[in-house]
């Protein structure tokens, strides 16, 4: 027998739950992918993940994704120049300003960044970032129908 390539595709059989393979089912058609594309991804992204779980141990021990993420988010609004006067101070306390509400010492609320209207303040950077922050939790429980143009569903 010969020996399989690295590109060969070779036919495995799995037994999970039926809710699970309803899950997988429901969002490969959301993704518009076979059910079998939805597996074989979710299995790459979970190699992907521990990559990136090791190198957020390595940056910042005891940190996870969704702290890169919305630090990411204050960069990304902030611009190419994030890191030279006067921005990088905005950023820096912008940064500041969400590992205090990821760690709790202050309230993800609107009284928290009173400047979050004035473009390019580090309240306007943070608030950003909690505001996803609040709308990938929102989504998380709803679901997201929206996506490639899919009505939305019943919400129970």
């Known amino acids: 027998m010969a020996k399989r390539k ?70 990304r609004r902030a611009g190419h120049d994030w890191n030279t006067p006067p921005k990088s101070h905005a950023v820096s306390e912008a940064i500041s300003k969400l590992i205090a509400v990821l760690s709790g010492e202050l309230e993800p609320i609107e009284n928290s960044f009173p400047n979050h209207a004035e473009k390019g303040s580090a309240d306007q950077l943070a608030w950003a970032a909690i505001m996803v922050r609040r709308y990938e939790s929102v989504s998380d429980v709803l679901g997201r129908p929206w996506q490639r143009g899919k009505p939305a569903g019943k919400i129970s």
């Open 6 to 75: 690295k590109t060969d595709f070779v036919k495995l059989q799995l037994r999970i739950r039926e809710a699970l393979r309803r899950r997988l089912e429901a969002t490969a058609s959301n993704e518009e992918r076979s059910l079998n594309s939805e597996i074989a991804h979710r299995l790459e992204r979970s190699f992907e993940q521990d990559r990136n779980s090791l190198l957020i141990e390595l940056l910042a021990p005891g940190a996870d994704l969704e702290l890169l993420r919305h630090l990411a988010i204050i960069l």
